[in-house]
């Protein structure tokens, strides 16, 4: 059951690859919350990503994304708890490159689905969490978990 939603833009960049067989790469960089009355795309494929803007300067380039949503659920709060309390927490993004775009597809706030997108194979990447962001999980967590006594992670 979804308990909260956030959506949020990705900053992405694309760098000249250091290699000269190597492939330049997008990477995202930054995730902010998007403002309540964020500009409506042309797209109206509600399941794509509407590029906010796009700049290039020399062979670095940056795209900003409107990015899928934060979604938190139950089944996922010692993830998100650990990300939460963790000395550098991160947002999890993953992302496929499309017509030369980049198109973030998966952001996460749980170290737990952090870890499974960085296994997968796609191209993922944790960034630092904003303060905005930081304290809205804070306010979820506080209303919808208890962390295991004793300081020990629950089993099963």
Known sequence: ???????????????????????????????LGEPPAAPVSENTDAQTPAIR????????????????ALELFPDENDGYFENW???????????????????PVLASVSYAEGT?????GESACGVAMPPDIHAWLG??????????????RRRG
């Open 116 to 120: 499974r997108m960085l296994d997968s």
């Open 53 to 68: 803007f796009r700049r290039r300067n020399g062979d670095a380039e940056i795209c900003l994304v409107s990015g899928p």
């Open 139 to 152: 306010d979820y967590l506080r209303a919808n978990y208890e962390p295991p006594a004793g300081g020990r």
């Open 85 to 103: 309390i963790a000395p550098q927490p991160k947002v999890f993004v993953m992302w496929r490159v499309q017509d030369d775009a980049p198109l």
């Open 1 to 31: 059951m979804l308990m909260a939603r956030l959506p949020v833009a990705v900053l992405m960049q694309r760098r000249a690859a250091s290699h000269p067989w190597a492939e330049p790469a997008w990477e995202a960089v930054a995730v």
